[in-house]
T-cell receptor
Framework: KNQVEQSPQSLIILEGKNCTLQ??????????LRWYKQDTGRGPVSLTI?????NTKSNGRYTATLDADTKQSSLHITASQLSDSASYIC?????????????FGTGTLLAVQP | DAGITQSPRHKVTETGTPVTLRCHQT?????MYWYRQDPGHGLRLIHY???????DKGEVSDGYSVSRSKTEDFLLTLESATSSQTSVYFC?????????????FGDGTRLSIL
């Protein structure tokens, strides 16, 4: 069964610190992997999209890595800010020819404290 | 932010009543999606549309129907609401299915069925 698992479920860090969120998947065939940020009461917002051939991608203070061999991804947040408090969702796209299927993880809830 | 408006943003209704949720986009994107988000689950696809009058089922489509009579509007209908359909519903849009384009999400409709 195609699955996306994220860890930890929740995390508390102090403002200014770095953190790394993990994503393991069993999706096959693989098309791409996405990270989304979801603020409380809002819809998810895309941070990065990585294909099979990309092993790192940055968006400001967010850096995603992908190891397609071990089927693992991480999202690293540098110099955290209070506004980084949100749920971070890993999404893997299962290749389906004309249409791909997105498989969503349950998210890591990050709280950044002053 | 992508121009996606969901209405209503909140709704409380009773079991057995019909409910229609609306998604309106101003981006002229071809693809539109309806998801539900529940605690302990990743977002799950209900139905999607790949053009006017062209729709298909997702993984949790039972009890839901959709219609798309114009490019900009995608309606989700619960013909006879049940308590198990209490959830947060998100609409998403994308330009393309297979070109690694991100899905852009609306801010959701919180639906409570008593």
């Amino acid at each position: 069964k195609n699955q996306v698992e994220q860890s930890p479920q929740s995390l508390i860090i102090l403002e200014g610190k770095n953190c790394t969120l993990q994503c393991n998947y069993t999706v096959s065939p693989f098309s791409n992997l996405r990270w989304y940020k979801q603020d409380t009461g809002r819809g998810p917002v895309s941070l990065t999209i990585m294909t099979f051939s990309e092993n790192t991608k940055s968006n400001g203070r967010y850096t995603a890595t992908l190891d397609a061999d071990t089927k693992q991804s991480s999202l690293h947040i540098t110099a955290s800010q209070l506004s980084d408090s949100a749920s971070y969702i890993c999404v893997v796209s299962e290749y389906g020819g004309a249409t791909n299927k997105l498989i969503f993880g349950t998210g890591t809830l990050l709280a950044v404290q002053p | 932010d992508a121009g996606i408006t969901q209405s209503p943003r909140h709704k409380v209704t009773e079991t057995g009543t019909p409910v229609t949720l609306r998604c309106h986009q101003t981006e002229n994107h071809r693809y539109m999606y309806w998801y539900r988000q529940d605690p302990g689950h990743g977002l799950r696809l209900i139905h999607y549309s790949y053009g006017v009058k062209d729709t298909d089922k997702g993984e949790v489509s039972d009890g839901y129907s959709v219609s798309r009579s114009k490019t900009e509007d995608f309606l989700l209908t619960l013909e006879s609401a049940t308590s198990s359909q209490t959830s947060v519903y998100f609409c998403a849009i994308s330009e393309s299915e297979v070109n690694n384009q991100p899905q852009h999400f609306g801010d959701g409709t919180r639906l409570s069925i008593l």
